[in-house]
């Protein structure tokens, strides 16, 4: 039986996953840690992680000013991480592959399968596509609560592009700012916020007299919530190290 600490686990995500885990028969949370300590789901929650049981796998979806507290600990305890919190700083960054030298860490900035495929198909197809004249667009829309922006997983969309281009390209954010013409080494990152949208990503490439277009949208959150399962069954007792959802998907 492999033990779970959901951290944030009174959030939208964290709610989703409690579901999910609770269907899991080889999985059993223990804890839940949330600045809102009401138990809604019949396991203790605790407003420090310092509080909680011992467990096999903590799985992150929380805020990023929370990740400080999470990676002490994790620092202090060697319990493997499912991180999915994103929006994370640089020096937490810096942390948190820091921690991978001691701790099982698995970090991804989407935790779906469909995404995580199509950061394979881009890195195949880029090379081909950028030799051809292409430029790079991406355009990510996601719920009028999200505080980040760009996405995370419109950042991983583009590091994958970027590095199967030798990191020759740099990110291109607002041209508001700047009357020019496009630089042809630049890869175009917008953000759309709005409603209640869980998460749209389109990638475009275009081209002379020709456009190519590659889309993922997510319709509920349970996609992220069942990658991240899958993630935590993967990195229970796994070694020190940095994984990722390529890890898992194989």
């Not at 939208?12 to 999910?20: D, H, K, P, S, Y």
């Not at 508001?176 to 475009?204: C, F, L, S, W, Y």
Request: net charge negative.
């Amino acid at each position: 039986m492999i033990k779970v600490i959901i951290n944030g686990c009174n959030g939208a995500m964290g709610r989703v996953l409690t579901e999910i885990i609770g269907q899991e028969p080889s999985m059993e949370i223990v804890a839940g840690v949330d600045r809102d300590t009401e138990a809604k789901s019949g396991y203790p929650v605790y407003d420090s992680l310092a509080q909680c049981p011992k467990a096999d796998v903590i799985i992150d979806f929380s805020v990023a000013k929370a990740a400080d507290g999470l990676i002490s600990y994790c620092e202090e305890t060697k319990i493997p991480l499912v991180l999915c919190t994103t929006g994370l700083s640089e020096d937490q960054l810096l942390r948190v592959n820091k921690l991978s030298e001691t701790s099982a860490v698995l970090r991804s900035a989407n935790m779906s399968v469909g995404i995580n495929l199509l950061i394979k198909v881009l890195k195949e197809i880029s090379p081909v596509l950028a030799a051809a004249g292409f430029d790079i667009e991406i355009l990510e829309k996601h719920h009028n609560r999200k505080l980040d922006a760009p996405s995370g997983t419109a950042l991983a969309l583009a590091d994958a592009i970027n590095e199967s281009l030798h990191n020759e390209y740099h990110y291109q954010y607002d041209r508001t700012a700047q009357r020019q013409k496009r630089d042809p080494k630049e890869i175009g990152i917008q953000a759309m916020r709005g409603g209640t949208i869980v998460g749209e990503h389109d990638i475009m490439f275009a081209g002379r007299d020709e456009v190519i277009t590659l889309q993922h949208t997510a319709f509920s959150r349970e996609i992220f919530a069942k990658g991240a399962v899958e993630a935590a069954k993967f990195l229970a007792g796994k070694p020190a190290g940095m994984y990722d959802m390529s890890d898992v998907i194989g």
